[in-house]
């Protein structure tokens, strides 16, 4: 099981959508942007992917944004 630690995920932006908030969180240790929501009861997240299809990235390190 994938253990997360505290700090690891930086907020990037929040919006909403739909009267829900939309954010974009970065791996502070990958770089990988992620989209994540509030659903019920859960936060589904998943990498947000450019144009080729691979995993969008911010260059590292990554403090705070």
């Known amino acids: 099981m994938l253990e997360i630690q505290p700090g690891r995920f930086v907020l990037k932006s929040r919006e909403s959508l739909h009267g829900r908030e939309l954010d974009v969180v970065v791996d502070s240790q990958t770089g990988?942007?992620?989209v994540t929501y509030l659903a019920s009861s859960s936060?589904?997240?998943?990498?947000?992917?450019?144009?080729?299809?691979k995993p969008l990235t911010d260059t590292l390190p990554i403090d705070t944004l």
């Open 32 to 34: 990988v942007n992620y």
């Open 43 to 53: 936060a589904p997240l998943s990498p947000l992917l450019d144009r080729d299809g």
